[in-house]
Every structure is written in C-alpha cells, then in structure tokens.
C-alpha cells in the first residue's frame, strides 16, 4: 500500500466528517443493502451484519484494491451470478474457473483475503485509537467530574444537616422562650391586676 489506512480514509470520508466523528458522535453512515444490485460489491458484505460503519471498510478496502485478479474480483464476479440465479458454491466454482485464465489461484485468493482481512483490523485499530479512544477520554474527564460533583454533593447534604439541626434547636428554643415569658408576663399581668383590685377595694 502506498499510503496508510488513516491516509486512506481522510481522502474516501469528507474531513469535516472526520472532524465531527472526533468531537461528536460518529456520523450515521448507511448501511449497505446486501441484497442491492450495485456496481461495485462491498466485500464486507458476506451476509447478515450490516453496521453503520460498513460503507467506510469497504471504501478503504476498495481503495487499496491490489492491481490483478484476486479476492475482489472474485467477489464481484460472484455477486452478479448469483444475481443472476446461481447458488452461492456455483457462483464461487464458476467465477474461479473464469478468473483462473488470467492467472487467478486459489492460494492467491486466500492470501489477498489475508490481505484485506489485515487492512479492516488495521482500520478498526485506527478508530479505535483516534475516535473510540478520544471520546473514551471524554468519558474519563466526564466520571471524573460526575465523582467530584457527587463528593460536593456528598458535602453539602451534610452541611445541609448541619443547619437543619440548627435551625430546629433555634425554632425549639424560640417557641420555648416564647411560653416561657408569656408565662411570667401572665403572672405579673395576674398580680398587678389583682394589686389594683386591692387598691380600689382596701382603700
């Protein structure tokens, strides 16, 4: 390969796409339709899983398509016959058997099979490490955060209880003073009252 997975990839994805994977969420990329005529055959596409990032393996993968018959080709061969009616184990026989003139093996196909097969591990490794690995980061910084905001919590609720706790032996004195000196003052209130009744009575 001439250039890297990564290099690879910044030229089939818009970079701005590439930018708000970083920063963002990645961006929704179609899913490919196995079962759609196309012109081109998503050679990730063998049946079953079909995830949003397919359509970037496969533009990676074709772009480091090796020159020559090998896998890729073979595949594509395979998906138009069996479009055209053929079993999957016919398409494969007849699509070997017609690749083979132009130099085609079957230790060739196994081996640029490798070879793909290695470039997806590597983009897989090149997401994992700058946009899985960034936003990863993202969630550290963000648990950290959350745990800081849980221990200030954690601190106001007990200051919290604290001036509960003083408020309510404020609240409890108060009424306490209170009925206390509505007491004395009825006492006095009682005896000067009766003071004058005395006065008006004895003299």
């Known amino acids: ?80 016959l069996q479009l055209g009616g053929l079993t999957e184990e016919q398409a494969y026989r007849s699509s070997f058997i017609s690749l083979k003139s132009m130099g085609l093996t079957k230790d060739k196909l196994v081996e640029t099979a490798d070879y793909y097969y290695k470039i997806a591990t590597q983009v897989r490794d090149d997401f994992n490490s700058e946009v899985i690995g960034i936003k990863e980061k993202d969630l550290n ?21 604290e001036v509960n706790k003083k408020k309510n032996a404020l609240t409890e004195e108060i009424s306490n003073f209170k009925q206390e000196i509505e007491g004395s003052y009825n006492k006095a209130s009682l005896f000067f009252n009766n003071v004058k009744l005395k006065i008006q009575n004895y003299l």
């Open 141 to 161: 910084n963000t648990v950290n955060y959350q745990q800081e905001l849980i221990k200030q919590m954690e601190e106001l609720t007990a200051q919290l209880q």
């Open 1 to 80: 390969m001439a250039k890297g997975i990564l290099g690879s990839f910044f030229e089939v994805t818009p970079k701005d796409t590439i930018t708000e994977m970083k920063k963002e969420q990645p961006k929704q990329v179609a899913p490919i339709l196995i079962n759609e005529p196309a012109v081109s055959v998503p050679l990730t596409s063998s049946g079953g899983y079909t995830g949003k990032f397919d359509q970037i393996f496969n533009s990676i993968i074709e772009k480091e398509n090796l020159p020559g018959p090998d896998v890729a080709e073979l595949l594509m061969s395979v998906k138009e």
